[in-house]
């Protein structure tokens, strides 16, 4: 790896916190939670790109995908990204609320993104806090599940990408690289109560942000934030404070029924 992503280990939450309240930055970076710090930055689809084509590892990858694509086709990246909307439009039709000859391709993948949909666009978040939420989402989705040492072990990861660098990265690139804000997606209240971003990498060779960045030698836009494991209840207790919780990130049955379940069992399995 050329220039390795800078990484900051935090000992607690309360660690993490000072970090974030500390920061006077006039431009925002936006952040993503992932509960496993080895996770890619890549998104579905190219996590499944990824997988089909037998890849390891972070860009540029192994000789191996030049004979994967001979194999493949030239065709085989758009057609990866372009099917599951496709599909998605009419599977979609019928639905209340839902009017999709009055959507965009890029609204219709952002609602798609929220509910599952395999889509290009790896999802961020504007609040360090709702990322942190999202790191820590196995714990509360898991409330009657005994823990084991592996699960309370280790790290969840929060990154931290500064959007003003990797726009100027993008121009200079020919734009491979995009950064998605501000998208008005009617009847999906999630898009705005996460404060999402989304960021999506536009060319057939690269299907990762991370190995991407270090290879070209601008690592300094992007972070790993290591939060530990075991400071899932300061953590969850203070997000709650917050207000940031199922109920209040879903706004619907969904974010409703998941709360119920956290409310039923919280503080069951977590430890002192």
Do not use: C
């Not at 989705?141 to 003003?164: C, F, M």
């Not at 057939?204 to 190995?211: H, N, Q, S, V, Y």
């Not at 939060?227 to 917050?242: T, V």
Request: hydrophobic share 40%; glycine share 6%.
């Amino acid at each position: 790896m050329k220039n390795p992503t800078e990484i900051i280990t935090f000992s607690s939450w309360s660690e993490f916190r000072e970090y974030i309240i500390s920061d006077r930055r006039i431009n925002w970076p936006i952040y993503r939670g992932q509960f496993d710090p080895d996770w890619k930055l890549a998104s579905h689809v190219e996590r499944q790109m990824l997988i089909g084509m037998g890849l390891q590892g972070i860009y540029p990858y192994e000789t191996k995908l030049k004979d994967v694509k001979k194999t493949r086709g030239k065709k085989a990246y758009e057609q990866m990204k372009t099917f599951p909307l496709k599909s998605f439009k009419h599977q979609i039709r019928g639905i209340d609320g839902i009017k999709v000859n009055e959507l965009n391709d890029q609204q219709l993948l952002i609602i798609g993104r929220h509910y599952g949909l395999l889509t290009p666009f790896l999802d961020w978040t504007l609040s360090p806090y709702v990322a942190a939420w999202f790191a820590f989402q196995p714990f509360i989705d898991s409330q009657w599940l005994t823990p084991t040492p592996k699960l309370i072990s280790g790290y969840v990861a929060v990154w931290e990408l500064e959007i003003q660098n990797i726009r100027e990265i993008a121009d200079g690139m020919g734009n491979y690289i995009k950064i998605i804000e501000d998208v008005e997606v009617p009847n999906i209240s999630r898009n705005r109560l996460q404060r999402s971003f989304y960021s999506e990498i536009s060319h057939p060779d690269i299907f990762e942000l991370e190995g991407f960045l270090n290879y070209i030698n601008k690592s300094h836009v992007l972070k790993k934030l290591l939060i530990p494991r075991k400071s899932i209840n300061p953590a969850i207790f203070d997000l709650e404070k917050m207000n940031i919780n199922n109920r209040t990130l879903y706004n619907d049955l969904e974010g409703a029924a998941r709360q119920a379940n956290y409310q039923s069992f919280a503080g069951t399995i977590y430890l002192p």
